[in-house]
């Protein structure tokens, strides 16, 4: 079972960091006063940037749609709405056309924004103009060497093109021109789990310092742990995810407990165990049935064992592993 981390997708548009410091209780005194002054683009803007530092893009949108409507031609509504449209899930080529034309303006009359350099940046390598792309963060780093996201995007773009050791590169730099950087570290985890590499640990554990209620970051920290010959530390992870996570992070903390019971230790009572708690958090994990059945059928219980096959298989009838474990100890 590989870590989720790699199913990861980073903001390739780079929002802004105008408003890092803002959180919902912000939004109180700014819907009120957006209450009294409905026509305030300056307001929808600082709202709405609000709603896309927290990734709710859908709200964002509708403050981006009504100050672009105001007015169209002031700076800071026309950034908002070609950042709102630029990184909102979904996004159409359409919406990657019009923000760039949005940031081909912007530089028009601010031809050294780094930031807008690398937005625009973005927006080629949605389109596969990748060539384009790296262009415009050359243009960007000239002007300010330090800047994370440039590295960020490189990074990614490297990661479409198959070159690992460039993405790993650019990741790197982009975790030492900022060291806060969350999905960074997440991301270089991830890279060198899948080298086989245990440096994975380091960076996992930094993200779940960084960010100590992030349940992906501990997942990851405790699945690389278990993969590295330290199974008693990520079994004190998954016990602690198991009580405090949510009940995808739940189920897959119980899951893994088992399946270290069963693969690693050869206790099939506890894995058991463990997996029936994981159905109970998630009843359509197919794995923890199919798990349980092998569990079932090496001790003799040819019954529950076809009966969790089956109901794996109910849940996934295209997991082929369960269908051929069955039908090799049915007829026995």
Known sequence: MKTTVLGIVLILGLISCKNEELDHTDTITIDESIEKYKDSVELLVQRGRIYLETFEFKLAMSDAAKAFRLDSNKTVVKRFYADVLNNRPGRTIEDTYIAQR???????????????????ASTYSMQQDFDKAFEYINKALKINPRFRQAYQLKGSIYRALGQTDLMKSSYETAVQQDPKFYEGYLMLGAIY???????????????????????????????SKQHFGKEDDAAELYREMSKDTSDYYASQAWFQ??????????????????YTQAIKKEPRLYQAYHNLGICYDREGDKTNALRSFSRALKHNPEFEISRQYADSIRFL
Request: net charge negative; charged share 30%.
């Open 102 to 120: 949005h940031y081909e303006e912007l530089l028009k009359t601010d031809v050294k924004n780094h930031e807008i350099l690398v937005d625009l």
């Open 193 to 223: 789990q899948d080298e086989n590499n245990p440096l994975c640990i380091e960076y996992f554990t930094t993200a779940s310092r960084l960010k100590p209620k992030e349940a992906e970051a501990r997942y990851s920290l405790a699945y």
């Open 257 to 274: 407990l088992g399946h270290m019971k069963q693969f690693r230790f050869g206790d099939l009572d506890s894995a058991k165990y463990f």
